[in-house]
């Protein structure tokens, strides 16, 4: 059975950071590509950054240079660093795994005040 918990969610100030953590069970994570998804009240879930399993990036936009994806293969873990953090990044923030079949964490919030 997979399982993705996501932590390090919380409230802060703008202009603050955050580290967000997925720790995965039930899969061989380094096989899957991770990725974290935001979504915003009454907005769709949008992808902010993804890796590979060969540790390749990739960000939205509006997070490039502000937020780092990385992993640790060995905790079965995929981080994401957010920096410099907006009042528009608060939204609940899911991680995501996949490979043939996509797999959802439970999401944890992240709120940033102006």
């Known amino acids: 059975q997979v399982q993705l918990v996501e932590s390090g969610g919380g409230v802060v100030q703008a202009g603050g950071s955050l580290r967000l953590s997925c720790a995965a069970s039930?899969?061989?994570?380094?096989?899957?590509?991770m990725g974290w998804y935001r979504q915003a009240p009454g907005k769709q879930r949008e992808l902010v950054a993804s890796?590979?399993?060969?540790?390749?990036?990739n960000y939205e936009d509006s997070v490039k240079g502000r937020f780092t994806i990385s992993r640790d293969n060995a905790k079965n873990t995929v981080y994401l660093q957010m920096n410099s953090l907006k009042p528009e990044d608060t939204a609940v923030y899911y991680c995501?795994?996949?490979?043939?079949?996509?797999?959802w964490g439970q999401g944890t919030q992240v709120t940033v005040s102006s």
């Open positions: 890796i590979s399993n060969g540790g390749s990036t």
């Open positions: 995501n795994a996949q490979l043939y079949s996509k797999y």
């Open positions: 039930g899969l061989i994570f380094s096989l899957y590509a």
